[in-house]
Nanobody, 119 residues
Framework: QVQLVESGGGLVEPGGSLRLSCEAS????????VGWYRQAPGEQREFVAG???????KYAESVRGRFTISQDNAKNTVYLQMNMVKLEDTAVYFC?????????????WGQGTQVTVSS
């Protein structure tokens, strides 16, 4: 099982930007697509973005056009660039390996990274 560690969370103002990182313990490829998920207080965990390759990328409708997922294979790291953040983006963000097209929720989770959007 690939181990993933999230980082990069913090406090950001509405309209601002933040980049989250998800570092893997081993090389990532199309057999281990990585997705980003989030869980707001009192809410269920939900899918945010995921990719299997440079041409197979999926976004939740709530973040499409604002968030961008990318992968640096040399660093075994998947990023989530968050732009034009909104108050409702406040949540703990998790990355996890999953099955394309990210319909089934993953079985294994890390500890996540907190993102707080506030003025």
């Amino acid at each position: 099982q690939v181990q993933l560690v999230e980082s990069g969370g913090g406090l950001v103002e509405p309209g601002g930007s933040l980049r989250l990182s998800c570092e893997a313990s081993e090389m990532l490829d199309e057999t281990s697509p990585v997705g980003w998920y989030r869980q707001a207080p009192g809410e269920q965990r939900e899918f945010v973005a995921g990719m299997r390759s440079k041409t197979e990328i999926k976004y939740a409708e709530s973040v499409r056009g604002r968030f961008t997922i990318s992968q640096d294979n040399a660093k075994n790291t998947v990023y989530l660039q968050m732009n034009m953040v909104k108050l409702e983006d406040t949540a703990v963000y998790f990355c996890a390996t999953a099955y394309w097209p990210f319909v089934v929720m993953p079985d294994y989770w890390g500890q996540g990274t907190q993102v707080t959007v506030s003025s």
